[in-house]
Every structure is written in C-alpha cells, then in structure tokens.
C-alpha cells in the first residue's frame, strides 16, 4: 500500500485521539469559553462515546489494510483503553484543574468493550452463518 494510502487510512483516528487528548486535558475554563459544558452535560457517557468511537475508528482503519481478525480487534481495544488510562495520567501530571478520575478511566474502557462485544457478536453470527452454507 502506498503512503498516502496509510495515512488516509489512519487520519481519522490519530484526529480523534488528539481530540480527546485535547477534550481530557484542557482547562475547563478553556472549555467553557469554546461553550462545549453546553454539549457536554453527563461526564461519563461521554467518556464512553469518545472512547468508543476511537476504537472504532482504529478497527475500520485497520480493515482498509486487511481482514480484521477477533483478535485484532481485541488489541485494538485494549490499546484504546490504555489510552484512557494515560489521558487521566495526563490530567493529574499536566493541568492544575482536572485531576485523575478512576470512573472516567472505566467510563473509557467500558466503551471499548461495548465497541469489542459488537463486532464479537457480528464475526460470531458470521461464522454461523458460513457453517450453515458450507454444510448445505
């Protein structure tokens, strides 16, 4: 594949996880006057949409590449949790005003497994549904 055939690929997540770098460690009073408190009401659902979304972003860029197995996706979302983790790190290391917050980290790593549990159930019912046309 060519270079800027990866990079296509992969723009979309390396954005979205500088985005949530961005979102995780920015003052709030920074976020208050970019007015996203307005948007952002419920901490923790939010922490599962970005997070979940990061995984998934980083599975279908993967899939552009090549067939994307179980367990890849599995590292994958690991790896997005990791992510999470290190971004609550970077709240408490880096910024005065956000501090480390162990159910923001949960938040983050219940997103990836709800992203991991979807495509779980989608190779499942795919493989069923190939032994069932192999076996015809």
Same mark, same amino acid.
């Given at each position: 594949m060519k270079y800027s055939g990866h990079i296509r690929l992969y723009i979309?997540? $390396?954005?979205?996880?500088?985005?949530i770098l961005f979102a995780t460690i920015a003052n709030v009073g920074t976020l208050k006057r970019l007015q996203f408190t307005d948007l952002f +009401? $419920?901490? =923790?659902p939010i922490?599962?949409?970005?997070?979940? +979304? !990061?995984?998934y972003l980083w599975i279908r860029a993967r899939a552009g590449? *090549?067939? /994307? =197995?179980?367990k890849t996706i599995r590292w994958i979302c690991i790896l997005v949790a990791i992510y999470g #983790?290190?971004? %609550?790190v970077f709240q408490s290391l880096f910024t005065t005003t956000r501090q480390f917050d162990i159910y923001d980290w949960i938040a983050d790593a219940l997103g990836c497994i709800i /992203? $991991? +549990?979807?495509?779980? #159930?989608? $190779?499942? =019912?795919? *493989?069923?549904? !190939? !032994?069932?046309?192999?076996? %015809?």
């Open positions: 979309l997540p $390396y954005l979205w996880a500088g985005f +009401t $419920y901490d =923790k922490h599962m949409f970005l997070f979940s +979304t !990061q995984a590449m *090549e067939s /994307v =197995k179980i #983790f290190l971004t %609550e /992203v $991991y +549990t979807g495509y779980y #159930f989608y $190779y499942r =019912k795919r *493989e069923i549904k !190939q !032994q069932s046309v192999r076996s %015809e």
